[in-house]
């Protein structure tokens, strides 16, 4: 049986001529000259109108570029469709193709798709920038489902002559529905409203069961029309027809004679040419589109000598960026390389094949029943065959989409040409697979066959070879019925179970083994195979193989294959996590040879995906329609597209685009920067520096008020790499990108001296920034702090525990647009939570007043703090480049510079002693903090006073905590949600964890000793903080936690399970915490318009937090109290519009938590204002009437001439400060031989007071969770040189789908009304973030026990290896990596249970002897 696979429109006809087309939503696309390195994100976003196709990170790793893309086999007839990374596809090898983007499928206009419509129900939109990508990643897996589905009906017409009706006909499941995100990232949501949309589409799901949704039941759901989806179009159809190339199945036997060519054949023409500078040869790109093997060659022996790439999916393209050819041959078509084949002993792929392809291919093996040996193999924990273990190993590699796209060649080849951590090289070399490279011969081609060992040591392939195709053998797996039984398992340990991170490792495993006689075991053939761990390609372990060869398999032969395995698992010098990747590669060993001699739990069961989410909430309508769960403004047209973000603001005439050149030095004087050969760059306009800034102007970046003023360029000193230094302006980003990379700097590092690149190291230089008089009040000595100690009955001196940074990973990068207005004037489109500071700074910068400066801000694409300071720089840049040139300039930044530049969270070391009596109360604290500020101080000079507040959560005593604000040679760290909080409340449960593992008491225990009761409460925060004493809802809501948690049945089933279980290791742990929130002084305008609808402007920035739609809630309220019976005025005739620096002047700053409450308090008075205006004519005109009553519509038709209907107010809180309070209990599941974490379930309990949009606020609760999941178990920030090695995707691990609570309960405490709140409400932006702690809390237990369990191994003959004396006082400092969780369950866990198990057996056998 062979198959092969085409690509989009058939192999390629060689018509040099013929223009590129496609269709693109339906309609066709034909042009004639295409740039070949042009990706369709780049097409889609600069050449066209629709901008729903969004840019997260440019390298595959977000999932916010995808759009769906079908292809027509004119053989088959068939339609292919997928989703791809538009990031990542080039736009040439779409010939043929019809491409669909979110705006296809449905708009404003048109009517919206149910996906649309579902997302929004769902209120699965925050910030709404991922939501085109998740829409479209979605319609991918339904239109699966669809096919599927048609297929089953097609048979079941056949048999009984019914068929769907194209309306919710799906065959999903839940999981396939949970995975069809599974490539995609949200930073705002948590996920879980994304997954329930998701399941919604599943056939057997009940909407009952799945979280807060707009639709009363099942039927009310926006029905998913199959038949309504977008057709292929008949053009291209006929297109692919006309052309008349299929690709062939083929024999695979490919051959010079094979292929023969005729050896008069011209050379192959490029289908495009391109350049974007005339008279630069060398700038010239070309695409070829070879139809076969022959051609392929013919092209690259056309252009050798030049940077050549051939061309599959380009999906390498996202890691290898700096790769950037002149010519382009599409070798994707050529049908040589499309085998799939299957013979009697083995497999045939073709290296064009997409890893999609490859896997469904290896699945239907099985399907058709002619590889289904169901005995024989051993895979995971059941039987089943090689084909499926690779298949399911394969679909743990990049997303879906990357699979769709990426092919099995290129992977391989990537793996070869630039040692990458492949997984497909590992497992294949686990299979002996041996590899076919073609190459030239005569006018024909010759192929040589190789092992695959023998492909990947040698060196590069030559100019004039390819890999051809891969050859998997399987016919002695298969044939063993009778004779030994085969074991093979691959394994990958990486930060996300279902993939979607390289690994640390990975490795494939293959053994016969014989059929245990008397209890005897012996393995033959065995092949060990690892990569990705710091070695240059996959290798085998051939030392431990051939110790395990033909031996008998008992704990000795594994222990001491073991230990043979780390002399051969060594990773290259300088790798990271060196000592834990092979302390993996050990544990995989282990895992495949430790079953054959007892069956235990050496593999997780848990799949990652979320099971089940709840949400409780009590509605009451004393604010109506504040209170209602609505959903939130703009969200379908987030998921449409349609929704406007600043990069999406067309581009005006002449538009220049600027990007940053930064500092690549951590310290170190500017002797020169060249810019010369920069400016030759084609479409180069000016490079603006500090020379730039206007005679008035100032060198500033950031200038906020009350907060210390930053620069904008450094001038003759860089103090941080990505430090700005200016920016290079030209016609296109890549141009201006391009030729920011070519400025030279002179860089003098002498003569500035060595950089500060640690807090400790500041310290020991004595540089420092004050504290802020900000801070002053929260960090003031709380009682006798010698008296506390001498209370205590022991004491814990000088621990020191550290927190690293967080970066903030909106999936909008920062982004502005600058237009220069006459009259020295400049609107400026920014990306900002601070429009306001923006005015200021832009105004300062440039030397003129502020009201020449507009700032207008529509929506953000997420923020979380990173848009407050250091953001401001970037439109500052940006004007003054503008205002340099007279020309509008746009900057975004991608996400490398964005990541470099905007810092992230404050990284913190503490050290702390605290006293406490036996029973765990504790009688004092004092502690010293050095928060690592970076070069500027930004937020961090602030912090201590954020960082107090959280840390005073329990009742010490007397408190004493000093803060240092280390100024370093690091980039300027700055607020991130929840800043100093974060860090404190992670300090106070340190404290807490380490008295109770003092006292080897339960913290929980501790943690409940030192509640605060209101006492203490207000001597800590001042009463005006705490409020009435009833608002203090800590000590219940805990209880009702604990209730609703089912806490005591859960803790004693943890124990049992932990008892039972040796490898899989659970805690269990539950946080309070107590939240101080700063509330803010805000305005608002409204307008009623003569229509009756209304206009509301408020200076808060909408950035996913749900504030405009908790604004209109409010202003419908206070409006309804014009009417008697009011119920509130329909939401759907408010508008909230863009906040905008003229309008609403000194607006401030959208953080905090706490703008919409204070938006909602100033526009809820402005509202007032005009009920009080309208009563008198309202009233009289009721008089008047003679039925019923007035409606709004009659009351202001009249009232618009007689009554001014516009009113702005200013909102100013009587109190600043308040406490929030909330708990979580957190269970998760530890891996004690990866390392790995499942978070098994969360159980959460918020008070925000009255809620005044539950939906909005659980969306926040569980974003804010999620995100605070990244800072403590999956989001690791570690510099070298000053350097952040972390800058994409690619190195920075936010959670996915896959690594939130599998079971994940947010209930909202039904608090009493307070009368001191805006609507008896309370702010939950940020404060759900710490609650994360319970996770962090949960894997210390689960820690615990792992080190309890490996201490009953460690005997007379081996040692507890790790420093750490006392069992379950550890330091395990956040995140909680996977390295760090295995490190203190110890590297050699395996080995001591090795030694043990061999020892019991000595043991028994001289018993036995000695008997
Ligand atoms: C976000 C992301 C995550 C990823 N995660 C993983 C992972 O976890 N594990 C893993 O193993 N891989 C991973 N990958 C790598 C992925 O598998 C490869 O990018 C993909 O397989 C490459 O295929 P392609 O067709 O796109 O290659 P291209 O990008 O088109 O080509 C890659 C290279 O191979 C060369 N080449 C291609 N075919 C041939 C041939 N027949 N002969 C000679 N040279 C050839 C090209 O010239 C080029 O240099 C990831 C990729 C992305 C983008
Ligand atoms: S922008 Fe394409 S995957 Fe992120
Ligand atoms: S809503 Fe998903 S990133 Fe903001």
């Known amino acids: 049986m062979a198959m092969a696979m085409a690509r989009p429109g058939g192999a390629g006809d060689g018509d040099a001529a013929r223009p590129l087309v496609f269709a693109l939503n339906g309609a066709r696309v034909e042009l004639a000259e295409v740039d070949p390195s042009l990706t369709l994100l780049t097409y889609l976003r600069t050449r066209t109108a629709l901008r729903g196709t969004k840019r997260g990170c440019g390298e595959g790793g977000c999932g916010a570029c995808v759009v769906f893309v079908s292809r027509y086999n004119p053989c088959t007839k068939d339609i292919e469709e997928i989703t791809v990374n538009s990031c990542l596809t080039l736009l040439c090898s779409l010939d043929g193709c019809a491409v669909t983007t979110t705006e296809g499928l449905g708009n404003q206009q048109a009517g919206h798709h149910a996906i649309h419509k579902r997302l929004s129900g769902f209120h699965a939109s925050q910030c709404g920038f991922c939501t085109p990508g998740m829409t479209m990643a979605l319609y991918g897996t339904l239109r699966k489902s669809t096919v599927k589905a048609k297929h089953s009906c097609h048979d079941s017409l056949e048999a009984n002559g019914s068929a769907g009706d194209g309306i919710n006909d799906l065959q999903l499941t839940p999981a396939e529905a949970e995975r069809s995100i599974a490539g995609n990232i949200c930073r705002c949501t948590g996920y879980r409203p994304l997954l329930d949309a998701c399941k919604s589409f599943c056939a057997d799901v009940d909407v009952e069961d799945l979280g807060m949704h707009q639709f009363p039941d099942k039927n009310e759901l926006p029905p998913y029309d199959s038949t309504r989806d977008p057709e292929f179009p008949q053009f291209l159809v006929r297109e692919c027809e006309t052309r008349g190339i299929c690709s062939q199945h083929n024999s695979g036997n490919i051959s010079a004679s094979a292929n023969g060519i005729d050896g008069k054949s011209v050379e192959v023409q490029p289908r495009f040419r391109f350049s974007d500078c005339a008279s630069a040869k060398d700038r010239e790109k070309v695409w070829i589109d070879p139809e076969s093997l022959v051609d392929v060659f013919k092209a690259l022996r056309t252009y050798q000598g030049t940077e050549v790439k051939l061309v599959v999916g380009n999906t390498a393209a996202g890691y290898y960026k700096d790769v950037k050819p002149n010519v382009y041959i599409d070798i994707s078509k050529v049908d040589e390389l499309l085998t799939l084949r299957e013979e009697a002993d083995g497999i045939e792929v073709g290296a064009s094949v997409t890893i999609s392809n490859f896997i469904e291919f290896l699945e239907s093996l099985e399907v058709r029943g002619l590889k289904a040996p169901t005995s024989g193999v051993i895979g995971t924990n059941n039987e089943t065959s090689i084909p499926i273990v690779l298949a399911a190993h394969l679909k743990l590699i990049a997303s879906n989409h990357v699979r769709n796209w990426g092919s099995v060649g290129g992977n391989m080849m990537i793996a070869k040409l630039y040692n990458f951590e492949s997984d497909i090289a590992t497992i294949l070399l686990g299979v002996d697979a041996r590899v076919k490279v073609v190459s030239p011969c005569g006018e024909g081609t010759v192929a040589k066959n190789m092992s695959l060992e023998d492909f990947l040591e040698r060196g590069a392939l030559d100019n004039s070879e390819l890999l051809q195709s891969i050859w998997i053998p399987l016919d002695k797996a298969f044939s063993s019925q009778d004779g030994p039984r085969v074991r093979f398992k691959t394994f990958r340990a990486s930060p996300r179970p279902l993939g979607f991170a390289l690994a640390y490792i990975n490795a494939a495993f293959f053994a016969r083994v014989s059929e245990p006689v008397h209890g005897v075991t012996k393995l033959d053939d065995v092949r060990l195979a690892f990569g990705a761990f710091g070695t240059e390609h996959a290798v085998r372990a051939r030392r431990v193989e051939d110790h395990l060869n033909e031996k008998t398999l008992t704990w000795e032969v594994i222990l001491e294959a073991v230990r043979l395995l780390r002399t051969e698992v060594v990773p290259a010098h300088g790798t990271r996590h060196a000592e834990y990747r092979v302390s993996v590669a050990v544990s995989f060993l282990f895992q495949f040879l430790a079953p054959l001699l007892k069956d235990e739990d050496y593999v997780s069961k848990f799949n990652g995906l979320l099971s089940s989410g709840k949400q409780v909430i009590t509605m009451t309508d004393e604010y109506y329609p504040v209170g209602q769960p609505s959903a939130k403004t703009a969200s379908v047209l987030q998921a449409s597209g349609e929704a406007i973000y600043v990069d999406d603001i067309p581009a005006p005439a002449d538009c220049l685009h600027a990007a940053f050149v930064c500092s690549q030095k951590a310290l170190a004087k500017i002797q020169n920067v060249d810019v010369q050969q920069a400016l030759q760059t084609p479409g180069v306009v000016a490079y603006v520096s500090a020379a730039d800034i206007p005679r008035n102007g100032q060198n500033v970046g950031v200038s906020m008020g009350v907060f210390p003023k930053q620069g904008l360029f450094a001038t003759d000193l860089v103090e941080c790499v990505g430090h700005l230094i200016g920016l290079m302006v030209a016609d296109t980003y890549d141009h201006a990108k391009e030729a920011a990379e070519r400025v030279e700097v002179d860089y003098d590092i002498k003569a500035a001296g060595p950089p500060v690149l640690s807090a400790k190291e500041a310290v020991k230089r004595n540089l420092f920034f004050p504290v802020h008089f900000l801070a002053a009040g929260a960090i003031k000595p709380i009682g006798d702090i010698m008296e506390g100690f001498s209370r205590g009955e022991m004491i814990l001196e000088n621990v020191e525990v550290i927190t690293e940074s967080q970066k903030h990973f909106y999936m909008e990068t920062q982004t502005a647009l600058a237009i220069p207005d006459e009259d020295n004037c400049m609107v400026i489109y920014a990306s900002t939570q601070t429009p306001d500071f923006v005015q200021r700074t832009v105004a300062e910068a440039l030397g003129i007043p502020c009201h020449n400066i507009r700032v207008i801000t529509r929506r953000v694409g997420g923020g979380f703090g990173g848009k407050v300071f250091r953001g401001a720089t970037v439109a500052v840049a940006c004007a003054l480049a503008a205002y340099k040139l007279q020309r509008p300039v746009r900057t975004s930044l991608d996400r490398s510079t964005d990541m470099a530049f905007i810092g992230g969270r404050s990284p913190t070391t503490s050290t702390f002693s605290v006293a406490f009596t036996k029973e765990g109360r504790i009688t004092a604290v004092k502690a010293e903090i050095l928060i690592e500020a970076g070069y500027e101080q930004d937020f961090s000079s602030v912090l201590p006073r954020d960082f107090a507040y959280s840390f005073k959560k329990y009742n010490y005593g007397p408190v004493e905590i000093n803060f240092k604000i280390c100024k370093t040679n690091l980039v300027p760290k700055t607020a991130m949600r929840g800043p100093g909080h974060t860090q404190g409340s992670f300090l106070a449960e340190a404290v807490i964890e380490h008295v109770a593992a003092r006292l080897e008491l339960d913290p929980e225990i501790v ?44 803790e004693r089933e943890v124990q049992e399970f932990n008892e039972k279980s040796t490898w899989m290791k659970r805690g269990l742990a539950m946080i309070p915490i107590v939240y101080g929130n700063l509330s803010q002084s805000k305005s608002a305008t409204v307008s009623i318009f003569a229509d009756g609808s209304i206009v509301l402007e408020s200076p808060g920035v909408e950035m996913g937090q749900g504030l405009h739609t908790k604004v209109c809630q409010a202003a419908s309220f206070a409006l309804s109290k014009l009417f008697p019976k009011g119920r509130g005025i329909d939401l759907s005739r408010f508008r909230i519009v863009q906040s905008d620096t003229i309008s609403v002047a000194n607006g401030g700053v959208t953080s905090n938590s ?48 007689m009554v001014d209907l516009k009113v702005h107010h200013r909102y100013a809180p009587k109190q600043f400060h308040y406490l929030s309070y909330a708990a979580a209990a957190s269970e998760v599941e530890v891996n004690l031989l990866t390392g790995e974490t499942q978070i098994l379930a969360t159980d959460l309990v918020f008070d925000c007071g009255k809620s005044l949009n539950p939906a909005v606020d659980i969306g926040q609760i569980e974003g804010a969770f999620v995100q605070g999941i990244g800072f403590y178990v999956t989001e690791g920030v570690e510099t070298e040189d000053g350097r952040e090695l972390a800058d994409g995707t690619w190195g920075y691990k936010v959670p996915t789908v896959d690594t939130i609570p599998k079971r994940f309960h947010v209930e909202l405490f039904n608090s009493p009304a307070l009368q001191e709140r805006v609507l008896s409400s309370k702010a939950s932006g940020e404060a759900p973030l710490l609650l994360a702690g319970s996770v962090y ?12 369990e490996r201490a009953k191994w460690v005997t007379s003959h081996s040692k507890l290896t790790d420093q750490e004396p006392i069992l379950n006082d550890f330091i395990l400092d956040p995140p ?19 030694e043990s198990m061999n020892h019991n057996v000595q043991n028994t056998k001289s018993h036995a002897a000695s008997v």
């Not at 005109?1181 to 409606?1191: I, R």
């Not at 809390?1337 to 309890?1348: F, G, V």
């Not at 969780?1381 to 249970?1393: A, P, Q, R, T």
């Open 1376 to 1394: 909680a990596s996977m390295d760090r969780i295995k490190k203190l369950c110890g590297f050699d866990n395996v080995e001591s249970y090795l």
């Open 1337 to 1348: 809390s949960a894997i210390r237990k689960a820690i615990l026990s792992a080190r309890k």
């Open 1007 to 1050: 943690r409940e000793r030192n509640f605060h009761d209101i006492g203490s409460l207000c001597i800590y925060f001042g009463e005006g903080a705490v409020g009435s004493p009833e608002s203090y809802s800590l000590p219940s809501l805990w209880e009702r936690l604990k209730d609703s948690a089912n806490w005591v049945d859960r």
């Open 1154 to 1201: 706490t703008t919409s409450e204070g938006c909602c308090a100033a526009v809820q008075a402005a509202c007032e204002t005009l009920v009080e205006r309208l009563t008198p004519l309202y009233q009289q005109l009721q008089a008047a009437a003679l039925h019923g009553d007035v409606s709004w519509e009659n009351l202001i038709s009249k009232a618009i001439y």
